[in-house]
């Protein structure tokens, strides 16, 4: 089992950055999980935006965020990073980290995940 706890959300202006923490407890073997972002805006589905595989090597990303925002890790701090950039008010959500070790990537395969932090985009 591993236990998640996110950080880094609050308020931003359209354009501007965050950078979301996820920290892993709970386990000494976070590497053996692969790790993903997910978010959900008020009165719309959860969205599975970012995975990156157990040692970092590799990444991928939804359509929605791909070039704006970066996925990453620290195995050494059991720590799950993700980079938002030229954010848009459309980015306003909870966002969620969430892990696995059913694989890796862009599936339904994630079982535990974190208690979400608020990201919100607004002048």
């Known amino acids: 089992q591993v236990q998640l706890e996110e950080s880094g959300g609050g308020l931003v202006q359209p354009g501007g950055s965050l950078r979301l923490s996820c920290a892993a407890s709970g386990t000494r073997i976070f590497r053996e999980f692969a790790m993903g972002w997910f978010r959900q805006a008020l009165g719309k589905e959860r969205e599975l935006l970012a995975a990156i595989s157990w040692s970092g090597g590799s990444t991928d990303y939804a359509d929605s965020v791909k070039g704006r925002f970066t996925i990453s890790r620290d195995n050494a701090k059991n720590t799950l990073y993700l980079q938002m950039n030229n954010l848009k008010p459309e980015d306003t959500a909870v966002y969620y980290c969430?892990?696995?070790?059913?694989?890796?990537?862009?599936?339904?395969?994630?079982?535990?995940w974190g208690q979400g932090t608020q990201v919100t985009v607004s002048s």
């Open positions: 969430a892990a696995t070790q059913r694989g890796w990537g862009m599936h339904d395969i994630y079982d535990y």
